[in-house]
Every structure is written in C-alpha cells, then in structure tokens.
C-alpha cells in the first residue's frame, strides 16, 4: 500500500505540475495579443504625426503658389505703370499694387506659420520614428520570446505526460479510476496533504484517531468531508535532525 501511495502522490505531482503548465500556456497567447495591440498603437501615432506632416506640406505648396500668383499680379501691374497715360490711371494702378502687396506681405506671414507649424511636426514624426523602431524591437523580442516559451512548455508537458504514462502503468486500475473520478470531482486535486491535523484539499481537522494512521503513510485513506485521497509528509525530521546533531 505504500507504493501506491507513494504512486498516487507521484502523479498528483505531476498532474498539478501539467495543470499549471496549461494554464500558463493560456495566459501567453493572451500577452501576445496585448503586445500586437501596443504595436498598433504605435503605428497609429506615427500615422497620425505623418498626416499631420503631409498636410501641412500640402499647406505649404498651397501657400507658396498662392504667393507666386500675386508676385505675377504686381509684375503685371508694374508693367502697366509704363503704359498708362493719365495720372489718375497712374495713381489708380499704385492703389491697387499697394493693396496686393499688402495681402502678399500676409500671406508670406502665413507661409512662415505654415514653415514653423511644419518644422515642429517634423521634429515630431522623427523622435516617434526614432521610438517606433525601439519599442518595435523591444516587442518583437518580448513576442519571440513568449512564442519560445510556448515551445518549451508543450515539450515539458509531453515529458510529463510519458512520466505520466509510465505512473500509471504501476498503479493497480481501481486506484486509478477512483483517482481520475477524485480529480474531475475536486478541479485537479486528488491527493491531498494533511497539515497539522488539516486535510489541505478541504481544511477538515481530521480526527485524531485518523490523523495517528495517516501520519504512518503505511495505507490508503480518504478525508472523511472531501473524500481525497490523503498523505502525511513528515515536516519536523529536519529540525529534529538538526538539533541531534548539535
Ligand atoms: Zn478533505
């Protein structure tokens, strides 16, 4: 009966470990998405600073031929100062330069606006740039890294799963099946320890009688509430050892 207790432990062991090993290997697709995310975030700011760049440039050619356009106005109109012959006239077409050239010194005002305003996003698009290809390395290499990890928990999960194999094959079947049923019944916990007089599946205080077998280990008993299987590991021997050799 001590070997298959000793069995049904061993098998606990590695059932837990397989289950904490498939929950981490829920959670790592999930990291794996949250970093996609992060990465699309970044290729939006960046869209989002290209735009602004790329309108302004617009702006600016707007702007720009905008001002060519009224320097050709006022050529024009100087060259028709030569060919008037009134003063009026003359008069009447200086009104009208003075008033164009007005409206160019403005917009040449506004084109600066435009230059500064597009120098600064320039400025901008570039530290993100700069950014961007950091942070993308940094989360291409969290994504590697994570992908590496699912690599090696499904081999450590098929290690486990032939150890399991070979477990199983020792254990008498009735054990097995009583433990299968005590695993579906209890979400992965069959085989549980008793602590201090408390069985750590379901915190029953074991009664003393039982709790005086069970800390013999020498056969198979179940918690009276939670119907586990149930083992005692000896804790105290290591003080006890330590103070024997003082
Ligand atoms: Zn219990």
Redesign the pocket.
Known sequence: MREVLDTLIKLQEIDSSILSLKQTLEIIPIEIKNFEKKMDEIDKQFENENKKVINLEKKRKEKELEIEDINEKINKLKEKTSQVKTNKEYQALLKEIETIQESLKKEEENLLLILYDLDEAKKVLKGIKGDIDKKKKEIEDKKKELENQINIITQQIDEYKKERRQIISKLPSEFYEEYMELMKKHKGLAV?QVKNSV?Q??F?HIPPQLYVEIKLNQSIYH?P??G?FLYYKPEEKLEQTQVQTK
Do not use: D, F, S
Request: charged share 10%; proline share 0%.
């Open positions: 549980a069985c599946g379901c029953l918690c509430q939670c586990r």
